[in-house]
């Protein structure tokens, strides 16, 4: 009999055809779910019977309540190595098998520009004055060359991202709790004195850490009136490292010029919300991860990972 696989939150309807699932089609079937389930119980009777769940990123997540009504299920695949949502203690509990693949860190650094130019140019609102028949021209934009960019986070994505910023001429600052004076030099890069002083002379500051208990709420109130009124803000990270009530305050009362945004505390982010509405804002869907390349190492490495269970030898387990 043959183990059951769902792949979950596959909005693009894309999961199936990025890798070669018939490498285990005799052994598993697979299926994809297109929809995004925020109710449990819907959720369980979709999945009850599944030996083996895919999930992408924390489109789900995988709570101790969840896994406990999933009794079949024993081996749970994400994309990236690193997934918060994921009760991976309740999950070692219940002897399920949490295994990762490996994630391209190009893909976030791209979209990280595209919301540092889309915001610099005024992309929002001159293109939507040119579809809506609007004035033609509104706003000056802003030349990067000579401009500072702060960096919040040196790692992979961070360094990759001073590398471009200095190809534009930019002068990079950066700084974490972390960073070694040999790090920054490493990249070409000047080390912050305080996360105060990076703030302070930034024209744009990109958030590139990792959520942790350190960086919860790591810009909050009094870091964003450190900020410049003319510095815009981009997170691309994990949106709990900023306070979110606190962003909408200084945008709407011009604290800091505007904000460049694809993580959200709640997603989808709901219909209603400020950040779709605020003319400051350039928002997209949480599309830093959402490439081709990764797709396809995340899902043909997932097949490897189901290859490696049926083996008895799973490959990247987590916790």
Not at 145 to 162: C, D, E, P, R, V
Not at 183 to 191: D, I, M, S
Not at 225 to 237: D, E, G, R, V
Not at 270 to 285: E, G, K, Q, S, Y
């Amino acid at each position: 009999m043959k183990l059951k696989c769902a792949i979950l939150d596959d909005y693009q309807n894309v999961a199936l055809s990025m890798a070669d699932w018939s490498a285990i089609g005799e052994q598993v079937e697979v299926f994809s779910i297109n929809d995004h389930i925020t109710d449990e119980a819907e959720l369980v009777s979709r999945i009850e019977e599944c030996d083996i769940v895919v999930i992408m990123r924390e489109r789900t997540p995988f709570t101790a309540s969840l896994l406990s009504r999933l009794p079949n299920l024993k081996l749970l695949i994400t994309s990236g190595m690193r997934n918060a949502s994921i009760d991976l203690a309740a999950a070692t509990r219940q002897g399920i098998t949490v295994c990762g693949t490996a994630s391209g860190s190009e893909a976030p650094m791209e979209l990280t520009w595209a919301l540092l130019l889309g915001l610099a140019k005024h992309l929002l609102t001159e293109s939507c004055g040119l579809r809506d028949n609007g004035p033609w021209q509104q706003r000056v934009g802003i030349t990067l060359h000579g401009k500072t960019l702060g960096l919040l986070g040196l790692g992979k994505i961070g360094s990759q991202m001073a590398r471009v910023a200095q190809a534009f001429g930019m002068n990079v600052v950066a700084w974490s709790q972390n960073l070694t004076p040999e790090r920054a030099e490493a990249c070409g890069v000047k080390l912050a004195a305080s996360k105060q002083a990076l703030l302070a002379v930034s024209d744009f500051v990109s958030v590139h850490l990792v959520l942790s208990d350190r960086s919860r709420g790591l810009i909050d109130r009094q870091a964003l009136a450190q900020m410049k009124k003319s510095a815009f803000l981009i997170n691309t990270s994990r949106a709990a490292i900023v306070d979110q009530p606190a962003l909408i305050e200084a945008l709407q009362t011009g604290q800091i010029a505007g904000a460049g945004l694809d993580v959200f505390e709640l997603e989808p982010l709901p219909a209603d919300h400020l950040f779709r509405r605020l003319p400051n804002v350039l928002a997209t869907p949480h599309l830093g991860y959402v490439a081709d390349d990764n797709y396809q190492t995340y899902f043909r490495e997932a097949i490897a990972d189901i290859q490696a269970f049926i083996a008895g030898e799973p490959l990247r387990k987590l916790g």
